[in-house]
């Protein structure tokens, strides 16, 4: 399909979103006191997640890593706690890196370079083009998914946003819309429309401040802009985990730095294999991964939990210790821990949900 001219409405769309935000926008911390390094550690956590979500952690996360060297300074079981919950923990990590990195460097603070800021890691087109805009005002353009919806609705283009033409058009787009001087303000107007009013399933048309102007609104039909692809059957997989006692204490170990989730404490074990029983699961996971052998007491709880590309069911047994010294042969750490220690350890949050049944369980608290 060919693509839609934007010079008619760009005169007075950007004009009249920053207008618009100034008595519209969210409340949001971020947005309180507004620094590169602020606006780095926000965008970094808002990937893939809400901003309702991200507030209380943004929140703790500055007030325990207040500046670039804090964090680049921080132990990074530390930095994982903190962040604790929010998921997708590669960004975590990233941030820690890339503080790192700058320091190293000599930087005190976030660096108003672009292209330095792309070669940090986990930080995309998206991120610094944020950065850069938001918090040193530089005319760079964003893209998220609200972002993409608004320019779609309002010029009523159908394609699949994610072919290399429309990303294009999006990213030209959405440049070339920027006020002069005030790309901040711009930028963060763009994606408060989206996320408030020109939202996926059901916009508020009649309150939006292009509606006039909107050509998908005006064919009565802008929930069908732009095209939303097939969902995805996500795979299904069996898990099991192992709480083992030992006296009094527990056995916890930590994933590996490149594993998924690594980094992250968790109750011992894996992926239920091919005409594998539960139980076998457990013995065989616990043989390879810690060279031990347990009594398998009981069941304990069953957590069903979603990924974004597959979901699991994680199967956990009460298990006593009952031969071998415990290795780290396929994780990176292992401890031995009293109950109440294990809220200083972070976990996945499938874990968390565990350690809140443990609590109930053994009538201590685990976390």
Known sequence: MALPNIESKRAWLGRRLVNWFRTHQRALPWRRSRNPFRTWIAEMMLQQTRAATVAPYFERFVAQFPDLRALATADVDDVLKAWEGLGYYRRARSLKQGAELLVAEGSADIPPDYERLRAL??????????????????????????VRRVLCRVWAVGADPRRPRMQRWLWATAEALIVAGKAAAFNEALMELGATVCTDRKPRCAECPLCDRCEARRLGKPGAFPKRPKPKVLPHIDVTAAIIRRGKRLLISKRRADAMLGGLWEFPGGKVEPGESLEQCVHRELREELGIEV????????????????RMTLHTFLCRHSRGRAR????????????????????????????????EHLGSPPG
Not at 297 to 309: A, G, I, M, N, W
Not at 329 to 351: I, Q
């Open 121 to 146: 890691p986990g930080v995309g087109r998206y991120t610094a083009g944020a950065v850069m805009s938001l918090g040193f005002n530089r005319p760079y353009p964003i893209q998220d998914g609200n």
């Open 295 to 310: 009594r398998v007491e009981r069941p304990f709880v069953r957590v069903d939990h979603t990924y974004s590309h597959f």
């Open 328 to 359: 780290p042969l396929g994780c990176a750490e292992l401890r031995w821990v009293d109950p109440a220690e294990l809220a200083s350890f972070a976990f996945p949050k499938a874990d968390r949900v565990v350690l809140q049944a443990l609590r």
